[in-house]
């Protein structure tokens, strides 16, 4: 029986490709593939470094015309071999692309039930729909036009190939793809302090609820799984700093589900709080405890109905409302970081110092937040 996880995946363990032993990292053959009667069906069988690869359904064993057609196919692949053009994954030399990509959908669903990504379910979930192989670039260009065609914007396309040649890295040629997408301007995501304080005095008016997280996410910049999974252990008091040392990641077979998790880097760091700050987080704690929703070990941040861990959906509505009520352009719910580091590269902080409380190297953190701010400091002579 499939389980659970497979089921929702839309994948049946019988669609499993034929294959033993698995592949090395050298493609070397010694002799042209052999054919074979697979109960009664032409199988061609391919030994690739001592390990065997097989093309099936090529026919009736009984039918002249399907022998022949195995035996040209068979003598392409060893011309291939010999020429240095051969296919180490076979589906160049599929029959027909007619039918379910199973070895594609296999490794997709594989990493998919381990790393359970929203992107790699959406590729998978895509493939599984189209159902046909890919064998060739005139099959990849043929899905790229279907998916156009479901409505699929270009960085979404280049988005699934990506995660084909993420986990066929072999076939990484055949997945590549130039179509052309414009990266929005993340400078468009930072708010300027007038901004941040318009912002924070509508939550402190009309979603009170919420002014502490936002306030604390905007003066320490953390990433969204990170302030989902803070817990008031962390917070160190009398040394004026949080500690991150894990997060909440989102189950992409689930979005409401969420799995522990370590930071994106998997090591912890120490960001500092400012006096107001703490002075923040004071007032949350007394409020949580009057409601009897605080515990030592207890989640800081808390959704106000269920009172369970918040979620982007959520926190999303709430930020889009508050910027509206402010008069101000929508943005990401990501705005915050991006918010706190350019402000704090803009205040004359060390770039170094800097990455080590965002948990980034220096040379991402300048390609990635160092955005215009507003606030400039011009020499005098």
């Known amino acids: 029986m499939a389980s659970r996880s497979s089921k929702r995946l839309g994948f049946t363990p019988n669609q499993a490709v034929t294959r033993e032993h698995g592949t090395t990292q050298r493609h070397l053959m010694r002799k042209p593939p052999s054919l074979r009667n697979n109960n009664g069906a032409v199988q061609l069988r391919v030994r690739i470094d001592g390990a065997d690869a097989f093309i099936n359904r090529m026919g009736s064993w009984s039918d002249p015309a399907a022998i022949a057609k195995a035996s040209a196919l068979s003598a392409r692949i060893w011309s291939d071999h010999c020429s240095g053009t051969f296919d180490k994954t076979l589906r160049t030399y599929q029959s027909s692309n007619d039918r379910q990509d ?20 959406h590729a998978y979930r895509t493939l599984h729909k189209y159902g046909k192989t890919l064998r060739n670039r005139k099959d990849v260009d043929a899905f790229i036009t279907w998916m156009q065609k479901q409505g699929l914007k270009n960085r979404t396309i280049v988005g699934i190939l990506t995660e084909f040649r993420r986990v066929l890295p072999e076939s990484g040629k055949l997945f590549s793809c130039s179509l052309k997408f414009q990266s929005s301007p993340r400078h468009t995501d930072v708010l300027s302090s007038e901004e941040i ?21 905007l003066s320490t910049g953390l990433r969204n799984g990170e302030l989902r999974a803070l817990t008031w ?3 160190r008091w009398k040394q004026a700093e949080v500690l991150i040392h894990k997060s909440l990641r989102v189950d992409g077979l689930h979005s409401r589900n969420f799995i522990p998790a370590p930071t994106k880097t998997g090591q912890e760091r120490v960001v ?4 107001q700050t703490l002075e923040v987080l004071k007032n949350h704690q007394e409020q949580m405890e009057i409601l009897d929703l605080y515990a030592p070990e207890g989640l800081v941040f808390l959704s106000p109905i269920s009172h369970q ?12 409302r508050s910027l509206k009520r402010c008069g101000l352009r929508p943005r990401r719910l990501y705005a915050q970081r991006h918010t706190f580091i350019s402000h704090a590269l803009a205040m004359g902080n060390s770039p170094a110092d800097l990455a080590q409380i965002a948990g980034h190297s220096t040379e991402m953190l300048l390609k990635t937040y160092a955005k215009p701010t507003g606030r400039i400091r011009m020499p005098s002579w």
Request: net charge positive; charged share 20%; glycine share 4%.
């Open 197 to 217: 304080q318009a912002v924070l005095s509508d939550l402190q008016t009309n979603d009170a609820w919420f002014y502490p997280l936002f306030f604390f996410w």
């Open 309 to 320: 861990n918040v979620y982007d959906t959520l926190l999303g509505k709430v930020w889009k």
């Open 233 to 235: 252990d962390c917070i």
């Open 102 to 121: 199973k070895l594609l959908l296999e490794s997709l669903h594989n990493l998919a039930l381990k790393n359970r990504q929203g992107r790699t379910i």
């Open 272 to 275: 500092p709080l400012t006096p």
